[in-house]
């Protein structure tokens, strides 16, 4: 099983700060790797996929990079509406397809 | 517009079966193009997929779960379920239905990310 690591836990920070969330992975997952937003009470909602492409209706400021084990996801411009809990999760090769344990991003 | 919709209990007893259903509108689950999917969220856990199913392929399972768990559909209803047996409280979360999209990973179109969710039903495990 591959395990996912992200850092920080916990990332305190203002509006309009740029962001960066780091996500890594046990073992190579190539270039599979998704990022996702989970807002308080509500469900998780895909943000990335292919470690690069935003799902449709993310805004641009939301970007992914990385490949291989180490991956980073940027919020240019932090938004009220982007406080909340990020997760990646990879889907290289056969399952389980695992997760990490997530990054909170709070209000500083 | 795809809509995911969990039902089941809120409450099950320790060492009981978990019956969960998904209800899909806006596409039929027979779609070739696309895999569905469960999975939980637990303050312990964290997110953990669960088993995915698709019209025309074997069921997934985790490996962790898979002597306990059965997943199947009703095409008819536009839905598909879940068994999970002897649950323990260590199992009490939210759980998620979810379209897990379909994805070239080495050449082979496999499941990959999830791209909906249902808003999540709670089960809790205790007697």
């Known amino acids: 099983e591959i395990v996912m690591r992200q850092s920080p836990a916990t990332l305190f920070e203002s509006p309009g700060e740029r962001v960066t969330l780091s996500c890594r992975a046990s073992q190579s997952v190539g270039s599979k790797l998704a990022w996702y937003q989970q807002r308080p009470g509500q469900a998780p909602r895909l943000l990335i996929y292919d470690v690069s492409s935003r799902a449709t209706g993310i805004p641009a400021r939301f970007s992914g990079s990385g490949s291989g084990t180490e991956f980073t996801l940027t919020i240019s411009s932090l938004q009220s509406e982007d406080f909340a809990v990020y997760f990646c999760q990879q889907y290289s090769s056969r399952p389980p397809w695992t997760f990490g344990q997530g990054t909170r991003v709070e209000m500083k | 517009q795809l809509q995911l919709q969990e039902s089941g209990p809120g409450l099950v007893e320790p060492s009981e079966t978990l019956s969960l259903t998904c209800s899909v509108s806006g596409v039929s689950i027979k779609d070739e193009d696309y895999y569905w999917g469960w999975v939980r969220q637990s303050p312990g856990k964290g997110l953990e997929w669960m088993a995915t199913?698709?019209?025309?392929?074997?069921?997934q399972y985790t490996p962790s779960l898979s002597s306990r768990l059965s997943l199947s559909a009703d095409t008819s209803r536009n839905h598909f379920s879940v068994k999970l047996r002897s649950v323990t409280a260590a199992e009490t979360a939210v759980y998620y239905c979810v379209r897990h999209r379909g994805a070239y990973v080495n050449g082979y179109f496999k499941p990959a990310f999830f791209d909906y969710w249902g808003q999540g039903l709670r089960v809790t495990v205790s007697s």
């Open positions: 199913f698709s019209y025309s392929e074997t069921n």
